[in-house]
């Protein structure tokens, strides 16, 4: 046995992919000392995407847009993963955590029972473009310690299909390869994958998973329905159905996003997320006195 058929990536049968639900544009807002940023994933849509709460998507050429980046602040309850395409951004937190994250590379933070962190940019110009992604944890696991790792963009793992697309994994597992990180209980799936256009890319999904493509350049196609640039497709669950197919319509970049839904009570105030309000109120004593030290 050779290592080159080892290291092949295999192509799953995907026999019933699932169709799109909804597209979606998102919200432009700005959060942080002004970011400007759009949100896609936005607290209606919370229990629909379960175990997801949140995806923001930036990119602007402009420093304004950016410079002030997002000073200190609390988490509490969940998961932040930031993965930056362009542009250079330092995190500090109150564990004691720091690094700088930048081209390509990924953030995975548990806030679990209370960080505060800053990420501020450590560029005065150029193009800074990423996303940040919230993934909730399990009430069992949201007052765990926090952590964090950062993922340069070396260590995710890639690969390319016969057809070209180029895909990097950065959480779950795609065509036999696995990503850079496993969660229990949501086992999300993270892909951002580069698809030529008039080809087309095809992964597996269990049925009981929640999933949505974020198309950020160029355009796709979806069982019969265009996602433009810059919209979201919730992808629709179905018992039979076995994965996702998309074809490009154009030269196309686009996030793959799928997770195990928890099924519990979500209650959040801003930067908490936790199951009753009795938990937020007590989120907000412990960060107002100091308790959120890491
Ligand atoms: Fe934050």
Same mark, same amino acid.
């Given at each position: 046995m050779n290592t080159e058929t080892l290291n092949r990536p295999l192509a799953p049968v995907v026999a019933r992919p699932r169709d799109v639900e909804q597209v979606i544009a998102g919200l432009a807002t700005s959060d942080g000392a002004g970011v400007k940023l759009t949100?896609?994933?936005?607290?209606?849509l919370q229990r629909r995407l379960d175990p997801f709460l949140m995806l923001d998507a930036f990119g602007t /050429?402009?420093? /304004?847009?950016?410079?002030?980046?997002?000073p200190d602040h609390p988490h509490r309850g969940f998961e932040t993963v930031t993965y930056m395409i362009d542009g250079r951004m330092r995190h500090r937190d109150s564990a004691g955590h720091e690094g700088v994250l930048q081209n390509g590379g990924v953030q995975w933070m548990t806030a679990g029972r209370g960080i505060v962190h800053s990420e501020l940019p450590e560029q005065q110009e150029g193009r800074m473009e990423g996303f940040q992604l919230w993934l909730n944890l399990p009430a069992k696991d949201k007052m765990r310690a926090p952590w964090y790792r950062d993922i340069q963009s070396a260590e995710i793992p890639e690969f390319t299909t016969d057809d070209g697309a180029k895909v990097r994994v950065i959480a779950g597992t795609s065509h036999g390869v696995a990503g850079a990180m496993t969660r229990e209980t949501t086992d999300p799936l993270y892909l951002d994958v580069a698809l030529p256009s008039g080809t087309s890319f095809a992964q597996a999904l269990p049925a009981k998973q929640n999933a949505f493509v974020y198309v950020y350049r160029g355009a796709l196609r979806i069982g019969g329905v265009n996602v433009p640039a810059q919209r979201m497709a919730i992808l629709r669950n179905e018992p039979d159905r076995d994965g996702a197919v998309v074809t490009a319509t154009a030269d196309a970049r686009f996030l793959l996003i799928a997770g195990t839904p928890l099924d519990e009570p979500i209650a959040q105030y801003g930067p908490f997320v936790m199951n009753t309000r009795d938990e937020i109120m007590q989120a907000v004593a412990d960060y107002q006195a100091g308790r959120f030290t890491g």
């Open positions: 949100r896609v994933l936005t607290q209606p /050429d402009n420093p /304004d847009d950016y410079i002030g980046g997002f």
